[in-house]
Antibody, heavy 119, light 112 residues
Framework: QVQLVESGGGVVQPGRSLRLSCAAS????????MHWVRQAPGKGLEWVAV????????NYADSVKGRFTISRDNSKNTLYLQMNSLRVEDTAVYFC????????????WGQGTLVTVSS | DVVVTQTPLSLSVTPGQPAAISCKSS???????????LYWYLQKPGQSPQLLIY???NRFSGVPHRFSGSGSGTDFTLKISRVEPEDVGVYYC?????????FGQGTKVEIK
């Protein structure tokens, strides 16, 4: 069973930066793509970014492109999301999720970490 | 972007009764590889989303048989044959045929 634990959330002023981490247990981390999905307070789910299993390919939602960077360190079983130039509208719970080619789906999710952008 | 639209947005169900949620996409989710990239997730109160159904109709590990998915192309349905109290939460459909992956607005299921 895969366990994903996010950290790094907090309160930050608009325009500032924050880096989220997602620590994965188990030996499957390096085999699968990883995603970030966010959820603004009281709202639905929004896909944010994806990184391939080896880090060679990355894609972003238009809403974060150019400001956020997804990366991973397979030696540490850890996924990251570097968030720069944060905006009030980036306020959300950020979930990391593991893609599995077995189900072609996000089969495992972390518990989420809250990012609040406010002056 | 592929737009995914769910109906209804809320549902109040008596335990033991069936429930159905519709999901429509703005373009076909059938890929040239023969797979249809439509998924259902349930987010229980205070929890992260959990995968229920993958590729339209396949139950994820541990998902009870009362949950079933059907549909093709652009029209899909999640059915719960007999709703139980632990089924409360918000149900989302999601497409992954094309980036950015997109979710429906969510359907909140409550127990009467």
């Amino acid at each position: 069973q895969v366990q994903l634990v996010e950290s790094g959330g907090g309160v930050v002023q608009p325009g500032r930066s924050l880096r989220l981490s997602c620590a994965a247990s188990g030996s499957t981390f390096r085999r699968y793509a990883m995603h970030w999905v966010r959820q603004a307070p009281g709202k639905g789910l929004e896909w944010v970014a994806v990184i391939s299993y080896d880090g060679s390919n990355r894609n972003y939602a238009d809403s974060v492109k150019g400001r956020f960077t997804i990366s991973r360190d397979n030696s540490k079983n850890t996924l990251y999301l570097q968030m720069n130039s944060l905006r009030v509208e980036d306020t959300a719970v950020y979930f990391c999720a593991q893609y599995s080619s077995v189900w072609t789906a996000l089969g495992y999710w972390g518990q989420g970490t809250l990012v609040t952008v406010s002056s | 972007d592929v737009v995914v639209t769910q109906t209804p947005l809320s549902l109040s169900v008596t335990p033991g009764q069936p429930a159905a949620i519709s999901c429509k996409s703005s373009q076909s989710l059938l890929h040239s590889d023969g797979k249809t990239y439509l998924y259902w997730y349930l987010q229980k109160p205070g929890q992260s989303p959990q995968l229920l159904i993958y590729e339209v109709s396949n139950r994820f590990s541990g998902v009870p048989h009362r949950f079933s998915g059907s549909g093709s192309g652009t029209d899909f349905t999640l059915k719960i044959s007999r709703v139980e109290p632990e089924d409360v939460g918000v149900y989302y459909c999601m497409q992954s045929i094309q980036l950015p992956w997109t979710f429906g607005q969510g359907t909140k299921v409550e127990i009467k």
